[in-house]
């Protein structure tokens, strides 16, 4: 094959490779930002949340009757 072929050969796979790198580290930070997000979110649920079973019948009616209030 011809040299100047090559290295112009081996000067594109370079630059597809440092492309494919960047695009790659940009994911990755993507990823962990919304893998960080939805950890807060769970975190955020689980502090706020309340089981149903613990809710004795009256304050069950009293809140729906609460959101039906607030329709």
């Given amino acids: 094959?011809?040299?100047?072929?090559?290295?112009?050969?081996?000067?594109?796979?370079?630059g597809k490779l440092n492309e494919i790198?960047?695009?790659?580290?940009?994911l990755k930070a993507k990823l962990s930002l919304a893998t960080e997000e939805i950890t807060l979110l769970k975190q955020a649920n689980q502090e706020t949340s309340v089981?149903?079973?613990d809710w004795t019948q009256e304050e069950v009616e009293d809140d729906n009757s609460n959101k039906a209030k607030k329709k």
Avoid: G, P, W
């Fill in 1 to 14: 094959m011809d040299e100047k072929l090559v290295q112009r050969y081996v000067d594109m796979l370079s």
């Fill in 21 to 26: 790198n960047q695009e790659n580290v940009l």
């Fill in 51 to 53: 089981k149903s079973s």
